[in-house]
Structure formats: structure tokens, C-alpha cells
């Protein structure tokens, strides 16, 4: 029996906003599905797709769920996801055009019966890079393995990332510059240990970097990575016994674990610059659990963060800062549902829900292009039975929802 992790952003979606599980990089017994390539270098197997396509499939009626984004205007958007929330069949993007969101083919890799989506970084109009996990059939004996879809401004490709165990998971992607990308998420050394994955892409192939966990603890996941320059990265996550930081200076990455409950985990984090960052969670206890800390270019300091009143599980499930003046982070609680909060350089803030066109039922990812213009996607319920993807845009007032496509 072999232990599978289930971090990623996609299979946290329509999960109960409790979420004790996933938020904490919980581990499940199941059995292996996937297939391990070397590490070091990117499968030679590369799958393109015919632009404007969408590939058909057993579950293609179901509505797409987008999970990530990113926003070059409010009128020029591009997000990733797939057909289905669980065991999804197919990778699906979406163009947004100021006026309605459209589907095109975003192809999965060979060998991948099943798929998530993680996260998506776009360096370039003509550049974007997704990351995510691919299962094959279930007659294989081997582990899934890490996944990355590139778009060159017409086209989507696919192929595999580097693998550095039997279980490998990419949850997120940051590009500071045009062919130089990071990804995080974590991997499998062995069937008892769990430990945080980093890897490069630096235009024609993926390596893994090293990362380390506190001794003592057999687990340690990275969902989040945000690179605002090739010279410094900031990864967040959790090491199983509280919240896990990981910082890249440009030649390595260095581990630093704030004091945190053991319940704690950072979902997103967000870098306008190497002397600010804000990273956003969970400590998975009741009433006002949301979790924030800040980096100021020497030590990380934690943050209250107002939540709804009455909130009991409340976390924030991502953040986005235009400068270290302006951050919007987003997310969901067990009782009233959405929320969300600003920071204004020297307070959180919670933001007001009023909406028009229609009603914002979970939040999961957020960016913004400025102090009061952000594009967040979610759904329309907390339950997958009934839930259908949407964007909503923040004008500063209010939101504006649309459903994707």
C-alpha cells in the first residue's frame, strides 16, 4: 500500500472549508498510480494541441473548474484547470476578453489517464508555463508523477517535469523572467516520508533543487512559491508540525520554519519585491483561524487578519500584492462562506462581499493588477454537486462575478 498526497489546488476546491486533511498535506492510503521519469531532465514525450480545440472525453460535460490564474488587464486574462474537480480526464484553459470567458485544448501528457492543475506564471504575453500532477491508468504499478504545460501564445504543449521520487506533485509555478521558472509542491523519496519538492525550468528542461524539513518530522509539502526576481524566491507550505518557509538567495534555497501551532500550514504567498513578501493560511482551529505572516527583507512577523463574524475554520486560500503598501488575499470558512481582506501597509482589512451579477460561493486564487483592481476565480457553492466555476473582478467596492466558460 502506497501513500498519496492530496495537495493540490485543484482537489482542495470543493473540499469542506474544515479541510483538516488537505490543509495539512494529509495523507491517504490508496493505491499507486503514476509513472516516474528521471530526475534532472523533462520527458522527450511532448503533446501539442490544435489551437482553439477542446478535446472530448467522458467527462466532458461536466463545467470546467479553473484553479489559477493570471492577469495581464482586466480584459486579457488567461486561466487553467479541468473537466472535473476529482479525477479529472482533461487540462482545460480559459481566455478571458472583457466580456466573456472562451475554452481552448490544453493537452495532457502521454501516460496520463487523470490530472490536476496547480498553479500557472506568465512571464511574457507569449509565455506561460503551468504546473500539475499526472496519474496514469489504474492497471499501472507505477507513481504519479509532476506535469508542466507551456503556452507560446497560440498553442498549448505538455509534457513531464523532473521526478524526483515515486510520488511527485507540482501545486505551484513562478516565472521571474522569460525561460526561467520555479515549481513547488512535494514528493515521495520512499512509501513512509513525504518531502517538499523545488524545481527550475530553465527553457528546455526541469531539475530538481535541493529543500530541506526540520529533523524529526517525515513530511513536508510546499503548495506556494512566488519569485519576484531570478535572485530570491520565497516558498510556503508546511512541515507536518507547523508552518515551513523556504527562501531562494540565487545559489540556494535556505529553510526557516516561524513559530506556529502544529495545526499550521500557508497556502499562498505573494513578493512584490525581495524585501516584502505576504503569505497567507490556515491554523486549522476554530474561530478566526485565519493565518498571515510578513516578510520585511530580515525576519518574518505574523499578523492578525480580521475574519466574518461568527467565522470558525476560517483560512485564506491565496494572496496577491501589487507593493507592500496593497495586497488582496482571499478565502473561505465553514460557516458564512467567502471572505475576503486588503492590507493597506499597516492593517488588514476584511473587503466587502457586495456583488453584482451574481453570488460568490468559495474563493480559491486572486490577482491583482492594482490597489482596487483584482480578478479572483472561485464558484458558485462550497458543494461540488452544485457548483459551477466563476471569476469575480474587485473595482475597490465591489465584485462583479461571472461564471467561466
Excluded at 528542461?205 to 530570491?232: E, H, I, M, Y
Excluded at 472561485?378 to 461564471?403: D, I, P
Aim: aromatic content about 8%.
Amino acid at each position: 500500500m502506497v501513500i498519496i498526497v492530496l495537495k493540490s489546488r485543484l482537489l482542495r476546491v470543493f473540499a469542506s472549508r474544515t479541510r483538516l486533511v488537505m490543509a495539512l498535506g494529509a495523507i491517504i492510503a490508496g493505491a499507486a498510480i503514476g509513472v516516474p521519469v528521471a530526475a534532472g531532465t523533462a520527458s522527450a514525450a511532448t503533446v501539442a494541441a490544435r489551437p482553439g480545440a477542446v478535446t472530448s472525453g467522458p467527462d466532458a460535460s461536466f463545467p470546467a473548474t479553473v484553479v489559477a490564474l493570471h492577469c495581464w488587464s482586466l480584459t486579457n486574462c488567461i486561466a487553467v484547470g479541468a473537466n472535473t474537480p476529482q479525477m479529472a480526464t482533461q487540462l482545460i484553459a480559459e481566455r478571458w476578453n472583457g466580456t466573456r470567458w472562451s475554452k481552448s485544448a490544453m493537452p495532457k501528457p502521454a501516460g496520463a489517464a487523470n490530472v490536476t492543475i496547480g498553479g500557472i506564471a506568465c512571464p511574457s504575453r507569449s509565455e506561460c508555463v503551468a504546473v500539475g500532477t499526472g496519474y496514469p491508468p489504474a492497471t499501472s504499478k507505477s507513481g504519479f508523477f509532476p506535469i508542466a504545460a507551456y503556452w507560446n501564445g497560440s498553442r498549448w504543449t505538455a509534457a513531464r517535469a523532473a521526478a524526483a521520487g515515486s510520488d511527485d506533485v507540482l501545486e505551484s509555478v513562478s516565472c521571474p523572467a522569460a525561460k526561467s521558472c520555479f515549481a513547488t509542491g512535494n514528493y515521495m523519496p520512499n512509501s513512509s516520508v513525504v518531502d517538499p519538492l523545488i524545481e527550475h525550468w530553465n527553457g528546455a528542461k526541469w531539475s530538481r533543487q535541493a529543500a530541506s524539513v526540520p529533523r524529526g518530522t517525515s513530511f513536508g509539502d510546499l503548495p506556494a512559491v512566488s519569485c519576484p526576481s531570478a535572485k530570491f524566491c520565497v516558498a510556503v507550505g508546511s512541515d507536518g508540525s507547523g508552518v515551513l518557509i523556504e527562501r531562494w538567495n540565487g545559489s540556494g534555497w535556505s529553510m526557516s520554519a516561524p513559530k506556529s501551532v502544529s495545526s499550521a500550514s500557508l497556502f499562498s504567498v505573494s513578493c512584490p519585491s525581495a524585501t516584502s513578501c505576504f503569505a497567507v493560511g490556515s491554523n486549522l482551529t476554530m474561530y478566526g483561524a485565519s493565518l498571515t505572516e510578513h516578510w520585511n527583507g530580515r525576519t518574518w512577523s505574523r499578523s492578525t487578519t480580521p475574519v466574518p463574524h461568527n467565522a470558525s475554520y476560517a483560512g485564506l486560500q491565496s494572496v496577491s500584492c501589487v507593493s507592500a503598501a496593497h495586497c488582496l488575499a482571499v478565502g473561505e470558512d465553514a460557516i458564512p462562506g467567502v471572505y475576503a481582506a486588503s492590507w493597506n501597509g499597516s492593517g488588514w482589512h476584511l473587503v466587502s462581499m457586495t456583488t453584482t451579477g451574481g453570488h460568490i460561493g468559495a474563493f480559491y486564487a486572486v490577482d491583482c493588477l492594482a490597489a482596487s483592481s483584482c480578478v479572483a476565480l472561485g464558484a458558485t457553492t462550497q458543494f461540488a454537486a452544485s457548483a459551477r466555476s466563476e471569476s469575480a473582478f474587485w473595482n475597490g467596492t465591489r465584485w462583479k462575478v461571472a461564471l467561466t466558460a
